[in-house]
Nanobody
Framework: QVQLVESGGGSVQPGGSLRLSCAASGSIFSINAMGWYRQAPGKQRELVARMPSGGSTIYADSVKGRFTISRDNVKNTVYLQMNSLKPEDTAVYYC???????????????WGQGTQVTVSS
């Protein structure tokens, strides 16, 4: 079994910063990609940032220049540093990872439980 555990959400004023973390644990052989998505009330889930192994990082246009995704491959952890936050960044943020299981040697798509980010004055 594989788990993704997120942390770091909360409430912040516009212009503030937050850092999200997501740690993958369990029977992991390797992780092909890790990323963050978000879902605001009444809207579809959307990509925020994604970092594949050995590939180019992808950012949503709305967060370019403000958010930075990074990975610690030793800790199987992905981070999302969010600066200059805006009210429209308010959403539940979900961690996502494409993981090859240690025993199955097959790739599966995993999601975290979500963490709330609220940007309000």
């Amino acid at each position: 079994q594989v788990q993704l555990v997120e942390s770091g959400g909360g409430s912040v004023q516009p212009g503030g910063s937050l850092r999200l973390s997501c740690a993958a644990s369990g029977s992991i052989f390797s992780i092909n990609a890790m990323g963050w998505y978000r879902q605001a009330p009444g809207k579809q889930r959307e990509l925020v940032a994604r970092m594949p192994s050995g590939g180019s990082t992808i950012y949503a246009d709305s967060v370019k220049g403000r958010f930075t995704i990074s990975r610690d491959n030793v800790k199987n952890t992905v981070y999302l540093q969010m600066n200059s936050l805006k009210p429209e960044d308010t959403a539940v943020y979900y961690c996502n990872a494409l993981i090859i299981g240690r025993y199955s040697m097959r790739e599966y798509d995993y999601w975290g439980q979500g963490t709330q980010v609220t940007v309000s004055s």
